[in-house]
């Protein structure tokens, strides 16, 4: 497979993370926890949330563990233009501070699905908030945000798999097993038109949707829903193949 020390995990809080626990970590250089997902797996090497995560569910750290607050992820997802256009979830924040920070050349999610069962556990510790799907100007096209990211990852080295084992997903990655990352040296990739990425990154500085603290939500008058939608579907039809 592709040379651990550039391979990083991500984990989510979908009860498909819960797979972690039987999967050997020397697949990765680093184990980023978004959130409660520090319980699945207590060697992760970064645990990232919000200012409003509860300070009881916050991890204790060891020494070579890192805690990744918003004074860490909030001027590294502005390198990527900011929370507008990149998603404002945890997922996709600690997915853009990760390609900033530890630039590797593979991501890999697990857990970070963003889809919802209507009965039974929606999180790995039970029933909890599906937060991707509130009412929020960035999540408009969750699929467009992943390809979003994609597509700047394409652009930096990086390629962006997704390692669940779930049939639905809203993100965009290539789909692999965990028995496929560690036996292959090659994955399936997503194709971009560059011609289209360019307009759409060229649209999102016409528009200058940008707040530099990261608080988009309390200035949510000075964007133009008509204007998201477009430039999603510009995200969108940037895909020429996907290979979920």
């Known amino acids: 497979m592709t040379d651990n020390k550039n391979v990083v995990l991500i984990i989510g809080s979908s009860p498909d993370a819960s797979r972690v626990s039987e999967w050997s970590l020397s697949a990765f250089s680093q184990v980023v926890a978004v959130n409660n997902a520090w319980r699945i797996c207590p060697d992760w090497t970064h645990c990232i949330f919000p200012a409003d995560f509860p300070e009881a569910r916050q991890p204790v750290p060891l020494a070579n563990q890192q805690l990744i607050t918003e004074e860490g992820f909030v001027p590294l997802q502005n390198l990527y233009g900011g929370f507008v256009y990149a998603g404002g979830t945890m997922a996709f924040t600690a997915a853009y501070w990760v390609l900033a920070a530890l630039k590797p050349k593979v991501i890999c999610f697990i857990g970070c699905d963003m889809v919802y069962p209507k009965a039974g556990n929606t999180h790995f510790y039970g029933n909890g908030q599906p937060d991707p799907l509130r009412e929020d100007i960035s999540l408009r096209s969750l699929e467009a945000k992943s390809a979003r990211f994609s597509a700047l990852a394409q652009r930096d080295g990086c390629q962006v798999l997704n390692l669940t084992s ?10 692999i097993s965990f028995e496929q990352l560690t036996q292959a040296s090659d994955f399936p ?54 290979c979920k």
């Open 189 to 242: 990739d997503l194709v971009f038109n560059q011609g289209i990425v360019d307009r759409a990154l060229s649209q999102e500085v016409r528009l200058g949707y940008f707040v530099e603290d990261g608080e988009y939500w309390k200035c949510v008058d000075q964007f133009d829903v008509a204007e998201i939608d477009t430039l999603d579907a510009l995200w969108l039809s940037s895909l020429e193949k996907c």
């Open 166 to 175: 779930l049939e639905a997903s809203r993100q965009v990655f290539p789909k």
